[in-house]
Nanobody, 114 residues
């Protein structure tokens, strides 16, 4: 069965960096577009990054563009999100997601606070 397991969240100061990982299993990872979403308390889930199956194409909303970088290692079936210049408003639970079939990971908490 499809499994997505995120890791790498934690507490970081404003201006700091974190790298999230998402280990995928149960499907041929290299065949699928993948996404990262986040959800802050009391807010709707928000798309933060999309990557094509080969990794050759990425897309970001204005809120994170220039600060976040999505990447993938198809040989390791792993999705990444490098987050730099973090702000308190980036605080949320971050989820990896496979759009085809709508599969979600369990999420990893990112807290940006001094």
């Amino acid at each position: 069965q499809v499994q997505l397991v995120e890791s790498g969240g934690g507490l970081v100061q404003p201006g700091g960096s974190l790298r999230l990982s998402c280990a995928a299993s149960g499907f041929t990872f290299s065949n699928y577009v993948m996404k990262w979403y986040r959800q802050a308390p009391g807010k709707e889930r928000e798309l933060v990054a999309t990557i094509s199956s080969t990794g050759g194409s990425t897309n970001y909303p204005a809120t994170v563009k220039g600060r976040f970088t999505i990447s993938r290692d198809n040989a390791k079936s792993t999705l990444y999100l490098q987050m730099n210049s973090l702000k308190p408003e980036d605080t949320a639970v971050y989820y990896c997601m496979r759009p085809q079939g709508t599969y979600w990971g369990q999420g990893t908490q990112v807290t940006v606070s001094s």
